[in-house]
């Protein structure tokens, strides 16, 4: 099984500021990695895939990349609808498809 | 639009029997792979089961194989999970979701708890 890791575990920022989270894989996931935001009582939605690419209709200040094992989901400016929690995916060795335990972004 | 709404959780007790089902619409169902994800009060996202486009592939998490069946009827878009032997660690909200490569339409899920 690869095993994401992510950090930090939470994340206390103010609106208009910048958010940088990670996620590690325990194995090289080549560009297989997908981002989602969850906010409470919500389903999680994909922000990310394939590393870099945005999802439809997901805002321009949200950015992936990485590859291999080293992965990063940038915030460029949090506004007020982006404190969620947010989840890293892999799915490299599909079916078994595993997600990170989740970043929280809170306000500061 | 694009939609799934997931549907039949409940409270059952240790050893019982659930189906959940969902429903999608907006999308050419017979296209894609379905998938079942769920998310134990508190915690993260887990991985369930899939099906394929035809109902001919099948995957489980180890977790859950041997109890757990995943079926779908693309004549009526649904997709089913049939969960049989329920454990307390099965409690969680279940999420079915359409597989693009990545999981990228969700239900709005439903909570199964499993208490006595």
């Known amino acids: 099984e690869i095993v994401l890791t992510q950090s930090p575990v939470t994340l206390s920022l103010s609106p208009g500021e910048r958010a940088t989270l990670s996620c590690r894989a325990s194995?090289?996931?080549?560009?297989?990695l997908a981002w989602y935001q969850q906010k409470p009582g919500q389903a999680p939605r994909l922000l990310i895939y394939?590393?870099?690419n945005r999802a439809t209709g997901i805002p321009a200040r949200f950015s992936g990349s990485g590859s291999g094992t080293d992965f990063t989901l940038t915030i460029s400016s949090l506004e007020p609808e982006d404190f969620a929690v947010y989840y890293c995916?892999?799915?490299?060795?599909?079916?078994?498809?595993?997600f990170g335990p989740g970043t929280k972004v809170d306000i500061k | 639009q694009v939609q799934l709404v997931d549907s039949g959780g409940g409270l059952v007790k240790p050893g019982g029997s659930l189906r959940l089902s969902c429903a999608a619409s907006?999308?050419?169902?017979?296209?894609?792979?379905m998938t079942w994800i769920r998310q134990a009060p508190g915690k993260g996202l887990e991985w369930v089961s899939y099906?394929?486009?035809?109902?001919?592939?099948?995957y489980y998490a180890d977790s859950v194989k041997g109890r757990f069946t995943i079926s779908r009827d693309n004549a009526k878009n649904l997709v089913y999970l049939q969960m049989n032997s329920l454990r307390a660690e099965d409690t969680a909200v279940y999420y079915c979701?359409?597989?693009?490569?990545?999981?990228?339409?969700w239900g709005r899920g439903t909570l199964v708890t499993v208490s006595s």
């Open positions: 099906i394929s486009n035809g109902g001919d592939s099948i």
């Open positions: 194995q090289s996931v080549s560009s297989y």
């Open positions: 907006g999308f050419t169902f017979s296209d894609y792979y």
């Open positions: 995916q892999q799915r490299s060795n599909w079916p078994l498809i595993t």
């Open positions: 979701a359409r597989e693009n490569w990545y999981p990228d339409i």
């Open positions: 394939g590393a870099s």
